[in-house]
């Protein structure tokens, strides 16, 4: 018996590694907004809520830093680049986000209001193949149901997150 516990305890010490393979996740967020060409602070907050998610799944999780996009036509530069950083990190997925704002219609323009984010969306890449493994996009919930803003902005990022995360399939 005592040989058997010695047997299991070294395949346990030799093979738990190989079943124990952490991945890697990078990710960047465009900011697009016609108006500001500062960071808003509720793209901050997603960006806080999807570290949180991802590092609560056990996941090693590094960003870029957060940049305001002019137009679609620039997110590529900002995309490559950040991509080039994941590749030669050794990284495993690096998502794209873009984050759109809409304050035409907005009461407050400048504070971080969910009626201000008209929309993110996402896209999952493989680093390795550069292969889109999904993408999605996001409308927050109406504000008005939505009585603390940090809350909602949370609920909404990790609603994201969720999608992100069944992209990867890990």
């Not at 305890?9 to 030799?14: K, N, Q, R, S």
């Not at 093979?15 to 967020?29: D, R």
């Not at 949370?154 to 994201?160: E, R, Y």
């Amino acid at each position: 018996m005592r040989k058997i516990k010695i047997l299991a305890a070294a395949f346990l010490v030799c093979f738990c590694p190989v079943f124990a393979s952490a991945y890697s996740v990078a990710f960047q967020i465009l900011q697009r907004d016609s108006s500001e060409s500062k960071i808003r602070e509720a793209t901050y907050g997603i960006e806080e809520n999807l570290f949180d998610f991802f590092f609560s799944k056990g996941i090693v999780i590094s960003n870029s830093p957060v940049t305001v996009s002019e137009d679609s036509s620039s997110d590529e530069n900002h995309f490559r680049k950040s991509f080039d950083e994941a590749l030669e990190g050794g990284v495993d997925y690096f998502i794209e986000i873009i984050g759109e704002f809409d304050v035409s219609d907005s009461s407050d323009s400048t504070s971080t209001r969910l009626e201000n984010i008209k929309c993110v969306s996402w896209k999952v890449k493989e680093v390795d193949s550069g292969k889109v493994l999904g993408s999605g996009k996001g409308v927050p919930p109406s504000a008005l149901k939505i009585k603390n803003v940090q809350k909602g902005i949370s609920d909404f990022t990790v609603v994201l997150a969720t999608e992100i995360y069944k992209a990867i399939g890990r």
